[in-house]
């Protein structure tokens, strides 16, 4: 998608949110009454439940909305809504956001959720010297704060920015009650629906409902987010009628399997995961235009999709998804030619041959996306050199000592191009033209703003600083008994709190 764990990246290896175990189960310690339990199955589980100091994308998927709550929030759409705030405007310099609060908002201990609260989080983040990359890039664009009243906040910036705010609707947003005093890695203390409960390691995460919440109470008592290595054991549970949700099914080709209108029902929708075939730039020929430029047209992609995905997904050529304001289809940049991708490569100097390593986290898009591209660039006389690794391993000597010629990953943070603006980024993507055109463009506003991204998108898919392969699809498989579940996942967060059973 999409780190502590995962430092400045955050993504999803396997980005299934399964859901087992359903409906309604025996009564509580406390109650006569029944339990109404979801059970969310997801592939990555969280290590812990820290999101400023372990970004993988897994916690937000658990706690985001559903156990924090942020100023505004992320719709289905990828269009910004309130949610803390009930209203926010900008000042003319744009240097100056002003959020209105809801005045009935509160945090799960029962204090409010107050403009004193707001500052206190930013403080304590720009005081956070432990606070993970991503999100220390994200706020050194914030240069003050002020409460101006108990129910209005003033956050100041440095600069004109685009994408701050939207970085505020993510894990950077997420407001901590300032008077807790516990672990964050074993405990939360957000405004949402849900709270944390419990994390049996290897297993699940369980939220339990939040009684004194101040919106919309939430639909369940509890939802068990239960962890498969598997795929097809979780489909497998599906079909036997353990689980509600299957969030994103990671074996699209199972998916004639619930077709049963009268047992399930089938969302199809779109992701923020971008697949991305990464090339490390500080490889000698892949720092080379016509290489890179061989490289991705000697790939069907489309043939690829349909071969590795079943079809499903949104074929992209930038680091850019349908949800985006400024979304363009660019997978028609270097369309598939081997015969010319054959005299791109013979003209940076590799005709005779060049050999590539491909080290890919042993997931199942990435292994058998990596298959498909060993062989297809087999046939325009490239060598890739295959190696499975499991996610530790890849994260420590792909991500963080850049030891790879090639890699494929989804990213699933949502508008994460700014990623190639950073050198430093495993990519070692160096452009200072492409720095310029997104830099102009976070400075930018309105109609303005979104050309400009445009601009910095199609830069990216010419100067072909990745290969994009294709955006994840939002699969979702539910019993036909549940309702409210969004088509598109436009956020890190598997939001709970529109979702019911009939």
Known sequence: MGFTRLGTLAIVLGISLGLAGCGTSGPSANSSEPTATLVVGATLEPASMDPWHDTAASIPQVLLYNVYETLLKVD?????????????????????YTFHLNPAAKFASGKPVDAEAVVANIERLKADTSLSPTLAAQLAVVSGTKAVSEHEVAISLAKPSVMWLYDMSSTLGMILDPSFTGDLKTATAGSGPYAFSEHAKGQ????????????????????????????????????????????NLQAPDAL??????????????????????????????????????????????????DTVWNGQGTLIGSMSVPTDPWYTDLSGTNPYNPTNAKALLADAGYGKGLTLRMRVPSVPYAVKSAQFVASQLRDVGVTVKVEELDFNRWYDEVFLKGDYDMTIVAHVEARDLGKFANPDYYWHYDSAKYQALYAAADAASGDEAVEKMKAATAYLAQDCAAIWLFDLPNLVITKSTITGVPQNAASLSFDLTTIASR
């Open 76 to 96: 289905a759409d990828g269009q910004l809504k309130p949610l803390l705030a009930q209203a926010w405007e900008v000042s003319p310099d744009r240097l100056t």
């Open 204 to 247: 699940s995460v369980t939220l339990m409902k939040n009684p004194n919440y101040w919106g919309t109470p939430a639909r369940f008592d509890e939802v068990d987010f239960r962890y498969y290595t598997d795929p097809n054991a979780m489909n497998a549970s599906m079909l036997a009628g353990d689980l509600d949700i299957i969030s």
């Open 256 to 305: 004639s399997q619930f077709s049963d209108t009268s047992r399930f029902t089938v969302i199809s929708g779109t992701t923020n995961g971008e697949v991305v075939l990464g090339l490390n730039h500080q490889s000698k020929a892949l720092s080379k235009l016509k290489v890179r430029q061989g490289l991705t047209q000697a790939i069907d992609r489309k043939a690829l999709m």
